[in-house]
């Protein structure tokens, strides 16, 4: 055998792709799978697989044909109760089975954070159709802020200002649901001073945290990260203690993003994802150890440093304006001209909004940072051809 380990990797895409690379690094054999060939992830793999993350068949199936020695989801939109049934029958799960069902549903890790957990949490409650929604949103008052419980990358997420808006913000969240259950959550809306990314090690010699990552969001989804973002010990204290109480309690190792709002010294906890997290592209520039180095590690349960930190360092997204099949990059080396980098996905396709790269910039600061990887982001240009 040449390889250190197999891992089956649930979702292909840009952040499955650099844990491809970290994961080889480390002389893993990958087997990418995703519902659409060619998918990033894959076309760095040892092998793939091609069928919905939502067929159970087809998902147990992979699992007994390539007997991985760790299943690791990269996505939300999962038959999890397959990866139950494996995990019962001596698979590994990353972190695990039960961490997987209970973060593919907001209302599930909301749920064990605000009830079970004791975590600080927005007002929030549940609807499936439109009159619940309504009822919802007078007992959060508005603005309320309106999402799936189930959807990727913020898809379908609004904020509400008005009782006039409740339905056109039911009906996107309808649109943009993921899976199978069409039920959404309402939540207070925080005005927040602003919004963390906490990214969590949950490793064979305990827990550990990368410096906290600020970030911007528009339509629900990441538009810039920056890494480090100024806090107080006070804050940073409580974020540390309830995102260790969170994957402490999920279990497993890998690295989870935590996500919290933060008002003075007050911290909310929002979500949290058992992978490594999109506005967690900043440390491939700012920390010696990428997100995707650590779950690496975590996963394959070798030693994580004792102390990690970050340079000053920021990404901005690369989005697409339209739908199409035939695509090509120009820019690169002006977007690079000032000392960032670029990741370009390698997406087959585009679509309004998507994410086909991300700009990467270091400074001596992270305003200068974000002003470099800002500039190099719209330095960089998509054709369309067709």
């Known amino acids: 055998?040449?390889?250190?380990?197999?891992?089956?990797?649930?979702?292909?895409?840009?952040?499955?792709?650099?844990?491809?690379?970290?994961?080889?690094?480390?002389?893993?054999?990958?087997?990418?799978?995703?519902?659409?060939?060619?998918?990033?992830?894959?076309?760095?793999?040892?092998?793939?697989?091609v069928f919905s993350m939502l067929d159970g068949e087809r998902l147990?199936?992979?699992?007994?044909?390539?007997?991985?020695?760790?299943?690791?989801?990269?996505?939300?939109?999962?038959?999890?109760?397959?990866?139950?049934?494996?995990?019962?029958?001596?698979?590994?799960?990353?972190?695990?089975?039960?961490?997987?069902?209970?973060?593919?549903?907001?209302?599930?890790?909301?749920?064990?954070?605000?009830?079970?957990?004791?975590?600080?949490?927005?007002?929030?409650?549940?609807?499936?159709n439109l009159e619940e929604v309504k009822a919802a949103a007078?007992?959060?008052?508005?603005?309320?802020?309106?999402?799936?419980?189930?959807?990727?990358?913020?898809?379908?997420?609004?904020?509400?200002?008005?009782?006039?808006?409740?339905?056109?913000?039911?009906?996107?969240?309808?649109?943009?649901?993921?899976?199978?259950?069409?039920?959404?959550?309402?939540?207070?809306?925080?005005?927040?001073?602003?919004?963390?990314t906490l990214l969590t090690v949950r490793h064979k010699d305990g827990v550990i945290?990368?410096?906290?990552?600020?970030?911007?969001?528009?339509?629900?989804?990441?538009?810039?990260?920056?890494?480090?973002?100024?806090?107080?010990d006070t804050a940073i204290d409580k974020a540390q203690e309830m995102a260790r109480k969170v994957v402490d309690d999920l279990g497993g190792y890998g690295l989870f993003g935590v996500e919290f709002f933060v008002r003075g010294e007050e911290v909310i906890f929002s979500e949290l994802s058992p992978r490594p997290h999109d506005t967690g592209m900043v440390t491939l520039v700012s920390q010696n150890l990428t997100e995707f180095d650590l779950h690496a590690r975590a996963v394959m349960g070798l030693p994580i440093p004792g102390e990690l930190r970050a340079r000053p360092a920021a990404s901005a997204v690369i989005l697409a304006e339209r739908d199409s099949a035939?695509?090509?990059?120009?820019?690169?080396?002006?977007?690079?001209?000032d000392g960032a980098d670029i990741r370009i996905f390698a997406k087959p396709t585009s679509r309004p909004y998507r994410r086909m790269g991300v700009a990467l910039a270091t400074a001596g600061d992270t305003d200068e940072a974000r002003r470099k990887a800002r500039d190099a982001a719209h330095r960089v240009r998509i054709l369309y051809g067709d």
């Open 138 to 196: 007078q007992h959060t008052g508005l603005p309320c802020v309106i999402k799936p419980v189930m959807s990727s990358s913020g898809k379908g997420q609004s904020t509400v200002r008005s009782e006039a808006g409740l339905e056109e913000a039911w009906d996107y969240a309808c649109a943009n649901m993921r899976g199978d259950r069409q039920r959404v959550i309402v939540e207070q809306f925080v005005d927040f001073d602003y919004e963390i």
């Open 60 to 128: 147990r199936e992979a699992a007994e044909k390539h007997r991985p020695d760790y299943i690791v989801p990269e996505i939300e939109a999962i038959r999890t109760s397959v990866l139950a049934e494996l995990e019962e029958e001596g698979f590994t799960v990353v972190p695990s089975a039960r961490a997987a069902q209970l973060t593919m549903n907001r209302d599930a890790i909301r749920d064990l954070a605000a009830n079970e957990l004791g975590l600080v949490t927005s007002k929030y409650r549940y609807a499936k």
């Open 1 to 49: 055998m040449s390889h250190t380990s197999t891992i089956l990797l649930l979702g292909s895409g840009e952040l499955g792709r650099e844990f491809v690379i970290s994961a080889k690094r480390l002389g893993a054999y990958v087997v990418a799978c995703d519902s659409y060939d060619d998918a990033p992830a894959m076309q760095l793999a040892d092998a793939r697989e």
């Open 209 to 232: 945290f990368c410096p906290p990552i600020g970030h911007r969001q528009e339509r629900g989804d990441y538009q810039e990260s920056w890494q480090p973002t100024p806090m107080s």
């Open 326 to 337: 035939s695509l090509a990059y120009e820019g690169l080396a002006e977007a690079m001209a």
